[in-house]
């Protein structure tokens, strides 16, 4: 880094005040904030927020608005033989906040579940439903129709439990669309930090990015953890692999898991290798790319 510089540089839109604060927070319109500090001893900025999703945009706003302020001829620094000095960035903390991550990836996880779950109850109620209609229908057709009362009144339980059934469906399809986009956010954040931790190189970074995906797209057949858990053991079988054996695994079916618990895994083995034998082996992919998530959904 070079010298710190305050709130109002970065965040002009601020104006006076931002003037000479070492700390600009904000907040999200669901009440959520993130607040970006400067250091007071040196060049080092500090982004912390209420969620972990939060925390990416202004994160990747932060590094976009600190690299045009020193790209800027106007604010060229060089040192003491007169050479440029490039802006860089570095994630220095020694332990990426995996158990955060996790945390988001099992709430996105859950909604699945519960969609799952709902989608199937409502199926039930709406066999139950026609069935009645059709027992009613049939009582109707007679010349000399029984008495329907006790029918009318399944009829009209069993359709207030089909609305109230496809309700609960909508409530839970607009949670999982929410823990979809903070899985996304929270991938885009994870995905950054991994990026300036190993220090990645645009091409190595490109390859990643295509095996942990933060496009999140979950249809009725498969979705976001098994496509990139696929992705990810694509990579554990072939430039990341340890021993022969690893490499003769065969791929498995791609299929909704019963928990997380194998995903988290690879997840935490792909950082493992690539932080023991360095980031460049992926460009040691020479199988074929594995399918991401976005590619699977299409």
């Given amino acids: 880094y070079q010298r710190r510089v305050h709130g109002q540089v970065i965040f002009p839109e601020l104006g006076e005040a931002a003037a000479q604060q070492l700390a600009v927070s904000f907040q999200y319109l669901n009440g959520k904030d993130a607040t970006v500090m400067i250091s007071n001893k040196g060049n080092r900025y500090r982004v912390q927020g209420s969620t972990l999703e939060g925390l990416w945009l202004f994160t ?16 060229l620094e060089v040192d003491g033989e007169g050479n440029r000095i490039n802006f860089d960035v570095f994630y220095d903390e020694e332990d990426l906040p995996l158990e955060q991550y996790y945390r988001v990836i099992d709430e996105h996880f859950q909604a699945r579940l519960d969609l799952e779950a709902a989608n199937s109850q409502l199926a039930k109620i709406g066999n139950q439903f026609v069935a009645v209609q059709k027992l009613l229908l049939t009582k109707l057709k007679v010349k000399r129709p029984t008495p329907i009362d006790h029918l009318t009144t399944v009829f009209e339980q069993t359709y207030r439990q089909v609305n109230t059934c496809a309700d609960r469906v909508e409530r839970v399809q607009q949670h ?21 931790q190993f220090q990645m190189e645009r091409n190595v970074f490109d390859v990643f990015r295509h095996h942990l995906s933060p496009i999140v797209n979950d249809n009725s057949r498969q979705g976001w953890e098994e496509t990139t858990d696929a992705a990810l053991s694509h990579l554990l079988r072939t430039c990341l692999a340890r021993v022969a054996r690893e490499t003769q ?29 360095g980031s460049d082996l992926l460009l040691l992919d020479t199988a074929p790319p594995a399918v991401t998530g976005q590619q699977q959904a299409e």
């Fill in 60 to 75: 990747s706003e932060l590094i976009y608005r600190l690299r045009q302020h020193f790209n800027n001829p106007d604010h």
């Fill in 249 to 277: 695994m065969q791929p498995q079916p791609i299929q909704m898991p019963e928990s997380t618990a194998k995903f988290k895994l690879h997840i935490g083995l792909v950082l493992d290798r690539m932080a023991k034998g």
């Fill in 176 to 196: 999982l669309e929410l823990a979809q986009n903070h899985l996304t956010c929270a991938t885009q954040l994870m995905l950054l930090l991994i990026k300036y």
